[in-house]
């Protein structure tokens, strides 16, 4: 039994974690590099 709640409790914190770190990759601002490629593919697009 002992072994199982200190599973869970560790599966628990790893979730919280992992939730963690996406979450700041998510809020991460995206590279000048790649705003600058979207855009001239954006332009590209646009022209007939």
């Known amino acids: 039994m002992k072994q199982s709640t200190d599973t869970n409790r ?3 914190q790893i ?3 992992l939730k ?3 979450q ?3 809020n991460e601002e995206v590279p000048d590099r790649f705003r600058d ?3 001239k ?3 590209k697009e ?3």
Do not use: C, I
């Open 20 to 22: 963690k770190v996406f």
């Open 24 to 26: 700041e990759t998510l």
């Open 37 to 39: 490629l979207l855009e």
């Open 15 to 17: 979730d919280e974690n």
């Open 46 to 48: 646009a022209k007939p």
């Open 10 to 12: 560790l599966q628990a």
């Open 41 to 43: 593919l954006r332009q």
